[in-house]
C-alpha cells in the first residue's frame, strides 16, 4: 500500500507581498498554489460561493476565515488594514 502524502506547508518559505507590489508576480504565483494546496483556492477566486443557510454557510465561513489567516500571513504588516477593512470581510 502506498504511504500517505504527508506535506505540510510552511507559510514562512514563501514570499510576502511588499506594500508596492514589487513582487506581486513572485508573490501570486507561490500564493495561488498555497491556496489550492490548501483546498481554499475557490474561496479566493470566488468559485466556492457563499450558500445561504444551515451547515453549508458555517462550512463556507469557515474556509473563509482560514483563506484570511493565509492571507495575513502572505503580506507585510504594513498592508493589515488594507486586507482587514476589505469590503469582502465586512459581509461575512
Not at 1 to 14: H, T, V
Not at 23 to 44: C, E, K, M, Q, V
Amino acid at each position: 500500500m502506498p504511504e500517505a502524502f504527508n506535506f505540510k506547508l510552511d507559510p514562512s518559505l514563501l514570499p510576502k507581498l511588499d506594500a508596492k507590489g514589487e513582487n506581486y508576480l513572485n508573490w501570486h504565483a507561490a500564493w495561488n498554489r498555497a491556496f489550492w494546496f490548501a483546498n481554499l483556492g475557490g474561496i479566493i477566486t470566488g468559485v466556492k460561493a457563499r450558500l445561504a443557510g444551515g451547515d453549508k454557510l458555517t462550512a463556507w465561513q469557515y474556509s473563509d476565515n482560514q483563506a484570511f489567516v493565509m492571507l495575513l500571513s502572505a503580506i507585510y504588516s504594513d498592508l493589515t488594514t488594507y486586507i482587514t477593512l476589505c469590503e469582502s470581510l465586512a459581509a461575512t
